[in-house]
């Protein structure tokens, strides 16, 4: 069973900085697409950065320029790095991972539980 936790989240002032970090876990045999998607109280849950597994980055046009997403294939761990946090930054971020498992190769999808980010003015 393959399984994603995330942890880092926490309360900071604006304009300060978090560091999210998603650890998979279980029998993995690749990690293709990895994502952190946020969902703030009252709104839909949307895309923050994914990376590819060739180390391809997208983000979020709100977050441009302040997050930064890295990967390490080795732990299969994928990080978000938020600078210049702002209120409105304020939501639960998730992990998001399409991964083949050693046993089963066709790929799928899964998510962590959730970390919580706050963001005071």
């Known amino acids: 069973q393959v399984q994603l936790v995330e942890s880092g989240g926490g309360l900071v002032q604006a304009g300060g900085s978090l560091r999210l970090s998603c650890a998979a876990s279980g029998s993995i045999f690749r990690i293709n697409d990895m994502a952190w998607y946020r969902q703030a109280p009252g709104k839909q849950r949307e895309l923050v950065a994914s990376i590819t597994d060739g180390g391809r980055t997208n983000y979020a046009d709100s977050v441009k320029g302040r997050f930064t997403v890295h990967r390490d294939n080795v732990k299969n761990t994928v990080d978000l790095q938020m600078n210049t946090l702002k209120p409105e930054d304020t939501a639960v971020y998730y992990c998001?991972?399409?991964?083949?498992?050693?046993?089963?190769?066709?790929?799928?999808?899964?998510w962590g539980q959730g970390t919580q980010v706050t963001v005071s003015s």
């Open positions: 998001n991972a399409d991964i083949q498992s050693r046993l089963f190769y066709r790929p799928t999808n899964y």
